[in-house]
């Protein structure tokens, strides 16, 4: 077996057969169980204990009651949230629901968090990849975090002076979006890559005829959230990210074969990496280049587009080795990093010289040999790039411009491999996708935690995995394991004075009516509707008790008065699925049908004084 074989991964169709895979003693199949060579080869291990600190002493312990110095905001995968986590403690701090429905603060219960997921679509689940933080002049302005939806194709903001999820876009004519980021430096739009290829519009025509199937990049309104226009292209779209300049957009991509089977998908040596020429698009709309699909101005970047034909193209195309993965845009701007995923490489474009050629002898300023299925890459800062190894299980670290410098395909420009357990998907490290990184820490995403913790039944954790790497002239040292529910992908992190969170609602933020004691009493609104309004604080409600009939539809308004920070209360309501979290001057609202005659308890959720327990409502319903 030559090393080259070893990239087929398993896939059908490929040169690494079945013998092969089972004298690496592990079944043969796709990256899954390929990922059970590493054990065995790249990821050795160290008995299954954590690492301690060695060599430079680093130490990532947050004394008790000291604070992190960075938020880290990691999307939560197929459980639909994010989870906020403390750099470098790693502990968890908190979890923003965004996708999916929460019980503990009553998220997609009350009035208004249900009216947005429903208008967002009204599933239940999502499947959220990339979160990014808003940016002014190339940083952080913690203002915003977007994130997207691949299974529906949906693109949601995360308000971070609430940490709450404001506002959810069910974008028209896409059914994934993969690949999601800001565009630099001023966040003027929210870029989503449509990874699956489907009929445009998708309305029963022409399913069975994948020629006419297409992969969609969107521009969404960071403010007003609304899609302003798409771009099809040829091929699947995946990963993206921007300049630094607000020019170019540059997606990764596979299926140039436009297949709909992993053999067929791929077959051919190349894809194309696209390269989107944002200012370009806007003219292409503002000159009526487009056809109107469901209410989106859909432009043609296809090969074959006249749009693409003039002196300048609204997308380039450039051949890169087949199915790349991740695209990172460096730090100054100058590369885009494309991790070669089925290639040991990855292959950095000159976005400077992007704008003249889309010729690979041209754009394409080094290509060094990282190792196995790389798939994301980091920066320091400092001149170095951190390569994910998914198959090698290991972060590779390499400097960045040795590898201009190198021949195509050189180990050279690497400097360390740190084994991590076990294969990684994404990679971050501190502020990495800003204009100045801060070094440091580097988080490792890794898939597989297989021996690492204790045994919980057969699905197990992921493994993130907290490296040193200081300001890049010391080696990498693995510090911390952190198991992770499934499935964070990506993660991103924001020095603690970038953002600035409340800790008491102010009630101009929202529209809702505030509720004074006074104001606790029940109005009957029409012949079967009641508005029921009532305040909290500890340890009462502001009715003690409230009558409805039977078959009312109540609206219940509760206003928290507490003017304390971390006085929460609760609203639940026995046998009708009702609970929900009051924050210190915050409204919230419930509507529910009083179908069952009978006495029910209204108790608060949150323990919030020593009479807590008789914190207590009473619900009456009196029988039709
Ligand atoms: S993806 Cu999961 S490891 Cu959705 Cu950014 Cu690469
Ligand atoms: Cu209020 Cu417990």
């Not at 080259?4 to 895979?21: A, V």
């Not at 001023?186 to 489907?198: I, S």
């Not at 500890?538 to 206003?559: A, H, I, K």
Request: glycine residues 10%; proline residues 6%.
């Amino acid at each position: 077996t030559t090393e080259d074989d070893d990239l087929s991964l398993g896939l059908p169709g490929l040169s690494l057969g079945r013998r092969d895979f089972m004298k690496a003693g592990v079944a043969a199949g796709a990256m899954g169980s390929v990922a059970g060579c590493s054990a065995l080869t790249g990821g050795g291990g160290s008995a299954g204990s954590q690492s301690t600190p060695s060599g430079s002493g680093a130490s990532h312990t947050v004394e008790p009651g000291e604070h992190d110095e960075y938020y880290g905001f990691w999307s939560g995968g197929h459980s639909g949230e994010l989870r906020v986590v403390g750099i470098p403690s790693m502990r968890e701090l908190t979890r923003i629901p965004v996708f999916n429905t929460d019980c503990a603060s009553g998220y997609g219960y009350t009035d208004g968090t249900q009216e947005m997921l429903e208008e967002g679509g009204g599933y239940s689940w999502g499947d959220n990849h990339h979160p990014n933080l808003s940016e002014t002049d190339g940083d952080y302005d913690g203002e915003y975090l977007y994130v997207n939806d691949k299974a529906n194709g949906r693109i949601a903001r995360v308000n971070l002076t609430y940490f709450e999820t404001d506002a959810i876009t069910d974008v028209p004519n896409m059914q994934a979006i993969h690949g999601c980021t800001v565009l630099s430096p001023d966040t003027k739009y929210v870029l989503g890559n449509g990874e699956f290829r489907v009929p445009l519009p998708n309305d029963g025509t022409d399913v069975k005829n994948p020629d006419n199937y297409t992969s969609l990049f969107v521009a969404v309104d960071p403010e007003s959230m609304e899609t302003q226009w798409q771009v099809k292209v040829d091929g699947n779209l995946d990963i993206v990210d921007t300049g630094k300049e607000g020019r170019w957009a540059i997606s990764s991509a596979y299926n140039s074969e436009e297949a709909t089977d992993i053999q067929g998908m791929t077959k051919d040596d190349r894809d194309n990496v696209k390269a989107f020429d944002i200012p370009a698009i806007e003219q292409a709309v503002e000159n009526g280049n487009y056809e109107e699909v469901n209410g989106i101005p859909v432009v043609d970047g296809t090969q074959d587009s006249p749009l693409n034909k003039g002196d300048r193209p609204i997308v380039k195309y450039i051949p890169t080795p087949k199915s790349p993965h991740c695209v990172e845009v460096g730090p100054n701007g100058d590369y885009a990093f494309i991790a070669g995923k089925l290639s040991p490489t990855v292959t950095m474009l000159d976005l400077d010289a992007l704008a003249d050629s889309s010729d690979p002898e041209e754009v394409v300023a080094g290509r060094p040999r990282v190792g196995l299925g790389p798939l994301h890459t980091t920066f320091d800062g400092n001149g170095h790039a951190y390569t994910s190894l998914f198959i090698d299980s290991q972060a590779v670290k390499w400097d960045i411009e040795a590898a201009v410098e190198a021949e195509e395909g050189s180990e050279d420009p690497i400097i360390e491999k740190q084994d991590v357990h076990y294969n990684p998907g994404h990679i971050q490290a501190l502020e990495a996708m800003t204009t100045d990184p801060d070094g440091e820490w580097l988080v490792s995403l890794n898939k597989l935690s297989k021996d690492r913790f204790l045994p919980v039944g057969p699905i197990m954790p992921d493994n993130d995995q907290l490296i040193h790497i200081g300001q890049g002239e010391e080696e990498m040292e693995l510090v911390a394991d952190h198991p992770a529910y499934p499935e964070p992908h990506d993660c991103v992190f924001a020095h603690k004075d970038k953002i600035d969170a409340k800790k008491v609602y102010d009630k101009d933020d929202y529209e809702e009516t505030y509720i004074t004691e006074e104001d606790s009493g029940v109005e009957r609104t029409g012949e079967s509707s009641v508005h029921v309004k009532m305040t909290t604080k500890r340890s009462e409600y502001g009715l003690p008790d409230f009558t409805v009939q039977e078959g009312d539809e109540v609206t219940l308004t509760t206003t928290n008065i507490e003017g304390v920070q971390d006085i929460i209360h609760g609203v639940a309501i026995p046998e009708h699925d009702i609970n929900y979290a009051v924050a210190p001057q915050d409204t919230r609202e419930v509507t529910f049908t009083a179908d069952d005659p009978g006495v029910y308890w209204i108790y608060c959720t949150f323990f919030c004084s020593a009479l807590h327990l008789e914190m207590r409502s009473r619900m009456i319903v009196e029988p039709a």
